[in-house]
């Protein structure tokens, strides 16, 4: 089965840093996703990392930590509209199926 | 190039009747997938195609559920006898290919989202 867990809301300040972390149990994996799905809107890519490590893009970075089933999407000098829902999502290695968290809704406030 | 087009956005049915929910894939996607999501909660797998075949439904109910990639037009999600509890978001992505390798992400549509009261 998959289970992926990740908090369900945060609140930040503008300008400041959120981390929003991701755990998986997962009966495989290969590669892990980042979306964010703003309200009524449709989730759109963020990150994609399948080796240990941190990806930057940006004000955006994802890190991997696959012994530990561990994931956090790191974001930073915050603006209002990064205020939205952020999806983890784990791929599995025998076909192309995305397994989502519930999401976490960051609020940004001024 | 326009994005995973999804039609319509919104759709209001009674209990009973049909919904058909329409998806066009990016130009040059040849998969698609169908998730739903469900008042707080997240996005659930139903069903991956590839054109006139399915790949892989095991997360579509086992009635009232069907879905369809023809050679020519959309990808359609039809619900048959649609309940209160078929209320949600449908959402439709889209990947260019659905090898399991590399950067082969899904693009998602706008979703469709349907009422049944």
């Known amino acids: 089965g998959q289970n992926i867990d990740q908090p369900t809301e945060m609140t930040a300040t503008e300008g400041a840093i959120v981390q929003i972390n991701c755990t998986y149990q997962?009966?495989?994996?290969?590669?892990l996703f980042w979306y964010q799905q703003h309200a009524g809107e449709a989730p759109t890519f963020l990150s994609y990392?399948?080796?240990?490590g941190l990806e930057e893009k940006g004000r955006f970075s994802s890190f991997l930590s696959r012994s530990k089933g561990y994931s956090y999407l790191l974001l930073k000098e915050l603006q209002m509209k990064d205020s939205a829902s952020y999806l983890c999502?784990?791929?599995?290695?025998?076909?192309?199926?995305?397994?989502f968290g519930a999401g976490t809704t960051v609020t940004v406030r001024a | 190039n326009a994005g995973v087009m999804q039609n319509p956005r919104h759709l209001v049915r009674r209990r009973g009747q049909e919904a058909r929910l329409r998806c066009s894939p990016m130009?040059?996607?040849?998969?698609v997938y169908w998730y739903r999501q469900l008042p707080e909660e997240g996005l659930k797998f139903m069903v991956y195609?590839?054109?006139?075949?399915?790949?892989?439904e095991s997360g579509m109910p086992k009635e009232r559920f069907s879905a369809e990639f023809p050679k020519e037009g959309p990808s359609i999600l039809r619900i048959q006898q649609v309940v209160r509890g078929d209320s949600a978001a449908y959402f439709c992505?889209?990947?260019?290919?659905?090898?399991?390798?590399?950067?082969?992400?899904?693009?998602f549509g706008p979703g469709t989202r349907l009422l049944v009261l």
């Open positions: 130009k040059g996607h040849s998969h």
């Open positions: 992505a889209s990947s260019p290919s659905g090898l399991a390798g590399g950067q082969e992400t899904q693009y």
């Open positions: 990392n399948v080796l240990d």
């Open positions: 999502a784990v791929r599995d290695p025998n076909d192309y199926k995305l397994s």
């Open positions: 195609l590839q054109k006139e075949n399915i790949i892989d």
């Open positions: 997962t009966s495989g994996f290969n590669g």
